[in-house]
């Protein structure tokens, strides 16, 4: 157990120095305005029950804000993959994984217009493979 135990630390230290040599060389995320009201629709049907419909009140037992600086000094020097690998993998934290991976990518995007990231014309996509080249918000 103990030698478990190391060994996720150990990992989780290489990965958190990675990151922060990655950081610098992230794209921004990319996302429209369509998805980001489609994540809207997603969220308040899956989501405000718990963080609540302006994101941050956090209503449900110890739900994060998902707007303002705590939220984005969390995410903006990891890479998008790990914001959207924690959502799909844990939320809703009651239906974890439910929902399809687009619906993800589209609250993803949402939670990114909140939180400052401008739309553009691309869609953010769900290949963890192109998120990983994106950073967070910042
Ligand atoms: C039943 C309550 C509940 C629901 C519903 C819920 N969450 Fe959460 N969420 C939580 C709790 C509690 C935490 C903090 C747990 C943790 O950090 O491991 C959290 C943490 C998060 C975080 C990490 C915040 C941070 O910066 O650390 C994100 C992102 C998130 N939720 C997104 C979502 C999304 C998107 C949905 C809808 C698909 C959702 N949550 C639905 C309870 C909920």
Redesign the pocket.
Known sequence: MLKAISAVLLVAAASTACVSVQAQTLASPVYTTEQAKRGEA??MQ??S???GDQLDNGE???????VGP??IQ??SAKSLDE?FN??ST??????PGS?APQ??AD??A??LSRNGVSPGAQELPFDTVKLKEMSGPR
């Open positions: 997603a969220y899956n989501c029950g718990c963080h449900g037992d110890g739900a994060a804000p998902l705590a939220f969390g995410w914001l924690f959502t844990n939320m809703p934290i009651n239906a929902l619906t993800y609250l993803v949402f939670l």
